[in-house]
């Protein structure tokens, strides 16, 4: 969804008798505040997508000599950018052909080979770095991408009008004033039911496959 097609929803419902709708056209946006609502609509999107796996990346990671931590951090590589955290390895055992029926998955968590000591760093033992090197390959989560007014969103078409409880929430309640902080928060609180009846239905097919040495089936919407 474009952000212009998204606002223009906002004007006709959340926010329609506000000040943020341009008095002299119905259904528009006063540019005045477009640069708040791409804000807080940039702001909606990273809350939404690190709340769910909805993104996903992969990094080739090869090891160094005598080095057992990496960072995952936008330091490290700008790979790591919109990284939120890492959901699994992907290597094939040392000597094999890469190819993938030879791939086997290891999920940090649950794997005492590979360990997460940090929310931004993995480190791997020396047994498994010898097993698996020289590289792996690491799977994980990503934030959706800032947008711009020209922009396109990319969401699971169900999760726009979460977004739209989010954006018109947190707008309202920065209005101030008893009735507008009011509403604000009841918005607020349906976009954080929304999201919760979504995880526990799986509107949005999130959900992980955590066993170990299987093929990792990807059922998020990318």
Do not use: C
Not at 102 to 130: C, G, H, L
Not at 157 to 183: R, W
């Amino acid at each position: 969804m474009l952000f212009t097609d998204f606002t223009r929803k906002l004007a006709y419902t959340q926010l329609k008798n506000t000040a943020v709708v341009d008095a002299q056209d119905l259904g528009e946006i006063d540019p005045g505040h477009e640069d708040q609502l791409l804000e807080l609509t940039n702001q909606g999107l990273v809350d939404i997508s690190t709340r769910m796996k909805l993104f996903e990346s992969t990094y080739a990671l090869t090891f160094l000599a005598n080095t057992n931590i990496y960072s995952l951090t936008e330091a490290a590589d700008v790979a790591f950018t919109d990284y939120v955290r890492l959901l699994s390895v992907h290597a094939v055992p040392r000597g094999e052909d890469a190819i993938p029926s030879n791939e086997k998955m290891f999920i940090p968590k649950t794997n005492n080979q590979i360990t997460i000591p940090s929310p931004y760093a993995v480190r791997f033992t020396d047994a498994f770095m010898e097993d698996y090197g020289p590289a792996v390959d690491l799977k994980f989560q990503t934030k959706h991408p800032v947008i711009t007014v020209m922009d396109t969103m990319q969401l699971p078409i169900h999760l726009y009008e979460a977004l739209a409880l989010y954006v018109s929430g947190l707008y309202l309640s920065h209005m101030g004033g008893e009735e507008h902080s009011k509403k604000g928060d009841s918005y607020y609180g349906l976009y954080l039911k929304m999201m919760g009846d979504d995880v526990i239905d799986n509107k949005s097919q999130t959900s992980e496959l955590v066993d170990e040495d299987t093929r990792f089936a990807d059922r998020g919407f990318v």
